[in-house]
T-cell receptor
Framework: KAGVTQTPRYLIKTRGQQVTLSCSPI?????VSWYQQTPGQGLQFLFE???????NKGNFPGRFSGRQFSNSRSEMNVSTLELGDSALYLC???????????FGQGTRLTVV | KQEVTQIPAALSVPEGENLVLNCSFT??????LQWFRQDPGKGLTSLLL?????REQTSGRLNASLDKSSGRSTLYIAASQPGDSATYLC???????????FGTGTKLQVIP
């Protein structure tokens, strides 16, 4: 059974650009959550999608957005990148949300 | 706002020792609590999930307890091994806005 797949694994972007990250959940999982991990702030919840609808949202500016497709794959978009957006972005999938979460390896984003 | 603290921040023990990791939280209105481990540069691996109505969960050498009245959870690792070396994180799912709050983590090193 394939795990959670995140692409790309590494990204370098310039300040002001936008970026799209992808997450393919475990087959059958309908809930996908996104997290940002930085040395200073630790792991912070971005948002959760379930059946193509955003169900919960963390305390991040509107530059951070996401969506989920009918096959449960999810994308996260960050517009107008800032240096502080440099982080490891993790996605996690679970069957319905609130159950055991399985994490991907993450996408390491560096903004220069 | 939920605040989650893990003490100690780092721990070094000799192989074979039993140890306890602590997780304290401020808001007892939780849906569940999950313990994860994270290896350097990797995603998170779920170890144990305790639902709000449960008191403890066990898996192999691991035992996690939950005491909502005191705002505490502990992760007990029996007969520690060098392969247990990782950062351990607790995460509280509040089921609503901000949904998941992660602790600050405990970095464990088991010395052969």
């Amino acid at each position: 059974k394939a795990g959670v797949t995140q692409t790309p694994r590494y990204l370098i972007k310039t300040r002001g650009q936008q970026v799209t990250l992808s997450c393919s959940p475990i087959s059958g999982h309908r809930s996908v959550s996104w997290y940002q991990q930085t040395p200073g702030q630790g792991l912070q919840f971005l948002f959760e999608y379930f059946s193509e609808t955003q169900r919960n949202k963390g305390n991040f500016p509107g530059r951070f957005s996401g969506r989920q497709f009918s096959n449960s794959r999810s994308e996260m978009n960050v517009s107008t990148l800032e240096l502080g957006d440099s982080a490891l972005y993790l996605c996690a999938s679970s069957l319905v949300g609130g159950d055991v979460a399985f994490f991907g390896q993450g996408t390491r984003l560096t903004v220069v | 706002k939920q605040e989650v603290t893990q003490i100690p921040a780092a721990l070094s023990v000799p192989e074979g020792e039993n140890l306890v990791l602590n997780c304290s939280f401020t808001d007892s209105a939780i849906y569940n609590l999950q313990w994860f481990r994270q290896d350097p540069g990797k995603g998170l691996t779920s170890l144990l999930l305790i639902q709000s109505s449960q008191r403890e969960q066990t898996s192999g050498r691991l035992n996690a307890s939950l005491d909502k009245s005191s705002g505490r959870s502990t992760l007990y690792i029996a007969a520690s091994q060098p392969g247990d070396s990782a950062t351990y994180l607790c995460a509280l799912d509040s089921g609503g806005y901000q949904k998941v709050t992660f602790g600050t983590g405990t970095k464990l090193q088991v010395i052969p």
